[in-house]
């Protein structure tokens, strides 16, 4: 299993483009979500979907989309990057809420100028 | 205020000394509990759940007091391999909250 993967590991925007940051999982995990880590603030939660076709914001939600046609993606949408979105994103998947370990991939790291 | 509160550190020890993390949320409600570890420039990595029986893996023991909402984690016996930052994780509904992290430095 490659377990959880995002695409891209790096990337520099400019203010007002837009892009998506890729993640997929082959666990066949149901939750899945997105965090930002900024330096010392931990990680915050952006958007989460419960299985296929949900999703549900989260504590920093403004600035993203998400969509989820299939349990194994998830891509995260930047509508027009500002640089208070320079940040390390992290995508988790885990096979439910509640006691269940969160897996969490590599990360991509986003700066905007 | 925040959903999860941690002493940021840094905590320098020796090896082989004992170190205690503490961690507070605010959420009476809140469903469970973890610890994770995260390596520099690296994503979290779950180090442990924790029960409020307390529970023990090896040299880590991590205890849960509903009543006063603290969490806390014992590392015992400290290898420089556990140097690393220990994030407090909580979940409320479907949603986790992170803590900010306390960093361990663990020198020889």
């Known amino acids: 299993n490659a377990g959880v993967t995002q695409t891209p590991k790096f990337q520099v925007l400019k203010t007002g483009q837009s892009m998506t940051l890729q993640c997929a999982q082959d666990m066949n995990h149901e939750y899945m979500s997105w965090y930002r880590q900024d330096p010392g603030m931990g990680l915050r939660l952006i958007h989460y979907s419960v299985g296929a076709g949900i999703t549900d914001q989260g504590e920093v939600p403004n600035g993203y989309n998400v969509s989820r046609s299939t349990t194994e993606d998830f891509p995260l949408r930047l509508l027009s990057a500002a640089p208070s979105q320079t940040s390390v994103y992290f995508c988790a998947s885990s096979q439910g809420v509640g006691s269940y370990e969160q897996y969490f991939g590599p990360g991509t790291r986003l700066t905007v100028t | 205020r925040k959903e999860v509160e941690q002493d940021p550190g840094p905590f320098n020890v020796p090896e082989g000394a004992t170190v205690a993390f503490n961690c507070t949320y605010s959420n009476s409600a809140s469903q469970s509990f973890f610890w994770y570890r995260q390596d520099c420039r690296k994503e979290p990595k779950l180090l442990m759940s924790?029960?409020?029986s307390g529970n023990e893996d090896g040299r880590f023991t991590a205890q849960l007091n509903r009543a006063s909402q603290y969490i806390s984690l014992l590392i015992r016996d400290s290898k420089l391999s556990d140097s690393a930052t220990y994030l407090c994780?909580?979940?409320?509904?479907?949603?986790?909250?992170f803590g900010s992290g306390t960093k361990l430095n663990v020198k020889p």
């Open positions: 924790v029960y409020s």
């Open positions: 994780v909580v979940n409320n509904f479907n949603k986790f909250y």
